[in-house]
């Protein structure tokens, strides 16, 4: 009788604790890899400089380009629809800020149910498409590895299964709440050693990129 | 004892009239969401009900329960239905003690073998049978004796229903819940700490009119009474979905009737009838109040994290786990980068420069 609830409670503590460590233990320590590591020394003759065209590519990589999205036009649409619904749903959802509070001392502000919902569907609709382009784009099949599988399913769960608890779909309310919380923590567990950790070197790599051509006397 | 007599007979010997009598039956169909048509059906067969005989049994219990379906209510044609009931034994409200309190409840048994009702309030220890004796009996062998011939039961209360707080972390006794004990009797599982009134008068009552118990969640609950979350059915929910939420109880959202989400309200993950019953004759329940849902009626609600710490929040404080984890990758972070100017400083050294004259020369 006491399942769904022993579940839910083990999801919020013992396992969170696992998950929590190695995620902050993991991110910190890939972190000061990357950077440590740097790029491999250019020796040739610079034609460029590198901070300007750096910061500029920050910025450019971060708007959508045209000729990409003639070419491809479903890798930027969903990748914007999944990344915007899934940082509304993830960042300013109050019950999540509030573990953000709880977990890491900060909080911020956040918006009214029914747009953290919409943001939700946006992006597993995201997602989904996300996925139907990579099955069926014979370039996108190529160049597909299992680690990106096992990173899309880890996105999509945490977002399903939110959704699912938030309007109560599956019952008793505990295993879909537990669920939720569990696959956020296979998502923290893989974070650190997957490309996931894009999420926290996206610009300082548009940096480098454009760092690298400016070097080159190349535009980015 | 059971007598003969029916619930009319006794409804009308303590002065209700007829009127009043279908009013409440009226009620009764509604609050179990039955429709208007079943009222008559439900006014014969009460009218005709008998005294059924119930065994009160009190374990690891606070008489929370007792004291809730006793005393919140003035005398209503609900709390007649409770005195209609033959309450043969009950330690708390019965006359007789010691050896004719036990006579009574064995007599019981016996006169009316597999037609009673045995309501149960408070959680049975597993972990040494004298942490709750009563009579010499332990909990756990009064209960088996006396569910072997009950025709239903009926866990009053989250500790006989779930082991509420005598089963919080780390559990002493070992307690259990009725349902961890009997598993070939109907349970109807009635949570709350305590429970509303209303929902045991009205498992009676359909009991009383059916025969049979009302449709059960997945926790044996009745689902009319447990069906929706306190959370769907708040009066402040359109505060939340605003996202207006008391951060205090003494602040300005708190005065204006906001979300009590970061207060800690568990209403959520909450099923119980609260937010539509109400408690006292419907004059208020603890959201009404200004306090948020403690979560009582679910299993392990004591344990399921700190009362005023929102839903989301995980259970233990691991802000300190979150400060030593990021020491840890700090230090091995550190290390790691040590190694790895280390590595390039060595590579720089050794590094030789090339001319065309030597890479000709080699060849």
């Known amino acids: ?220 | 004892m059971a007598d003969k007599s029916t619930l009319g007979d006794s409804l009308r010997r303590h002065g209700v009239s007829r009127r009043g009598f279908l009013k409440f039956c009226t009620a009764t169909a509604s609050l179990m969401a039955l429709p208007p048509t079943m009222v008559p059906a439900i006014a014969q067969a009460l009218e005709k009900a008998r005294r059924p005989s119930v065994i009160w049994l009190s374990f690891q219990e606070c008489t929370g329960c007792t004291e809730s379906l006793t005393r919140s209510h003035s005398p209503s044609v609900e709390s007649l239905i409770f005195d209609h009931i033959s309450l043969d034994y009950h330690h708390t409200l019965q006359a007789a003690a010691g050896d004719a309190a036990e006579a009574a409840r064995e007599a019981a048994m016996h006169e009316n073998k597999g037609k009673y009702i045995l309501v149960v309030d408070g959680s049975i220890p597993l972990g040494d049978p004298g942490y709750s004796t009563i009579a010499g009996i332990s909990n756990l062998q009064m209960l088996e004796e006396t569910a072997k011939d009950a025709a239903a039961i009926i866990a009053v209360g989250t500790c006989a229903a779930f082991g509420g707080l005598p089963q919080a972390n780390p559990n002493p006794t070992g307690a259990v819940s009725v349902a961890d004990i009997i598993t070939d009797k109907p349970i109807i599982n009635v949570s709350g700490c305590p429970p509303i009134p209303t929902v045991i008068t009205g498992v009676l009552a359909h009991f009383l009119t059916f025969g049979s118990i009302p449709e059960l969640d997945q926790y044996n609950r009745p689902k009319v009474f447990y069906g929706q979350s306190i959370h769907d059915r708040c009066y402040r929910r359109p505060f939340y979905d605003k996202g207006l939420f008391a951060e205090t109880f003494d602040d300005e959202g708190a005065k204006a009737g906001w979300c009590l989400y970061k207060l800690g309200c568990k209403g959520p993950m909450t099923y119980n009838a609260c937010a539509t019953t109400k408690w006292n004759q419907g004059t208020s329940w603890p959201v009404e109040s200004g306090h948020g849902c403690l979560g009582c009626s679910e299993p392990r609600f004591w344990d399921a994290g700190g009362f005023y710490n929102a839903l989301s929040v995980p259970i233990s404080d691991n802000s300190q786990t979150v400060a030593f984890a990021g020491a840890a990758g700090l230090a091995l972070g550190a290390a790691a980068a040590g190694i790895n100017f280390k590595e390039k400083d060595a590579a720089q050294k050794a590094h030789e420069t090339v001319t065309i004259d030597d890479l000709e020369k080699s060849s």
């Open chain 1, 1 to 220: 009788m006491n399942e769904p609830m022993d579940f839910l409670i083990w999801t919020k503590g013992t396992a969170f604790n696992i998950a929590v460590t190695i995620f902050v233990i993991g991110v910190i320590l890939r972190l000061f890899e990357v950077i440590s590591l740097g790029r491999k020394q250019n020796l040739a003759e610079a034609r460029g400089t590198e901070f300007g065209p750096g910061m500029k590519t920050i910025l450019t990589r971060s708007i959508p380009d045209l000729g990409t999205f003639r070419r491809q036009p479903l890798t930027v649409v969903t990748g914007y629809m999944f990344h915007i619904g899934l940082f509304i749903s993830l960042f300013l959802f109050v019950p999540h800020i509030e573990l953000f509070r709880a977990t890491f001392g900060i909080s911020w502000p956040g918006l009214p149910t029914p747009i953290v919902d919409a943001a939700a569907v946006l992006a597993i609709v995201g997602l989904l498409a996300g996925l139907w382009h990579r099955i069926m784009n014979p370039v996108m099949q190529k160049i597909t590895t299992w680690e990106d599988w096992l990173v899309w399913a880890l996105t999509f769960l945490p977002i399903l299964t939110g959704y699912l608890a938030y309007h109560r779909l599956v019952n008793p309310y505990p295993v879909i709440l537990g669920l939720h919380i569990l696959s956020v923590e296979a998502l923290m567990i893989a974070f650190p050693f997957t490309k996931l950790m894009h999420t926290f070197t996206v610009f300082l790599s548009r940096w480098y990129n454009g760092a690298m051509n400016g070097r080159r006397g190349v535009e980015s």
